[in-house]
């Protein structure tokens, strides 16, 4: 058991059985009463996100979460398996646990699993992936009706709002976090 001294941004803490990462700290020590670590807390696996106060020197359970880099191999049903970059084994890791994910991966890609336990809890991918427009409708320059957008499907079947100018074929940066546009590829 560690105490509310050993919080630190990023450490995962076990609360009621689930997992809880710390985004912010702050030890707060007022005139009057003593002192206290306030904490937001985002949870692992559903992405909720929580304030939550300690006492000083309360005991508190750090879980260890192991983050390592992995290939995405292929899609096996509703399972994704991915190559650990290390070793060579195969894990399989579940369509709810990879989320929305599962629209930027391309096979060869490198992302991070975070493990706890040997569990996979969640997927980091790059900021941004650079994938290719398998199907637009050809852009009207008069068209201004949608905003100078038009919808387009990504190589994953991923559908995002492109400018009216692109066309099948063009490889776009698009956003991990958002699954924005950000631009075309050079």
Known sequence: MA??????NGVVL???????SVIEFQHVK????????RTKLKNVVSGKVVDRTYNAGAKIEIE???RRDFTYLYTDGDSFVFMDAT???QLTVG???????????LENQQVTIALNHGNPLYIDLPASVTL??????????????SAGTKPATLETGYEIQVPLFLETGTKVKVDTRTGEYLGREK
């Open 132 to 145: 290719e427009v398998t199907y637009t409708e050809p852009g009207l320059q008069g068209d201004r009706s």
């Open 3 to 8: 105490s509310t001294a050993d919080i630190k």
């Open 64 to 66: 260890n979460v192991d």
């Open 95 to 105: 369509a709810a646990t990879v989320g929305d994910a599962k629209n930027f991966l």
């Open 14 to 20: 076990s609360i009621d059985g689930q997992l809880w």
């Open 30 to 37: 007022p005139g009057k009463g003593g002192a206290f670590v």
């Open 87 to 89: 070793d060579y084994d």
